[in-house]
């Protein structure tokens, strides 16, 4: 019987980095709509809720974080609103994932005329 308490800690241990690697692999799809003229949102959707989710939405271009927020994200969209025309990457970052989900990647959501 003494043996079998750490066993079980260390089953769970285990099992923790396993849970963070799947929280990782969320997938989240996006959708750009234009709003106005020259004026456009960015949709998300995750496959599974996250709570309290920082999401940055970064101008591929410029180098810089556009829109910041902390969200819940789920199968209800979240959006960034008066998104001018750009190519962008959205970075969520949550409790159980320390690496991120990149949306987007390397070549970028294309949002607009560009």
Known sequence: MKFIY???LFLAASATPA???DLCKTKVDFEVKE???GSFEISLKSSRSISQAQVKLY???????IQ???VVLSSN???FRNVKSSRYTVLITFEGCSKGISVGGIEGIKVGEL
Do not use: A, W
């Open 6 to 8: 750490p066993l079980l």
């Open 19 to 21: 849970l963070s690697q």
């Open 68 to 70: 910041e927020k902390t």
């Open 59 to 65: 101008d591929l271009y410029s180098g810089k974080v």
């Open 35 to 37: 709003i106005s003229k």
């Open 77 to 79: 969209p979240s959006l």
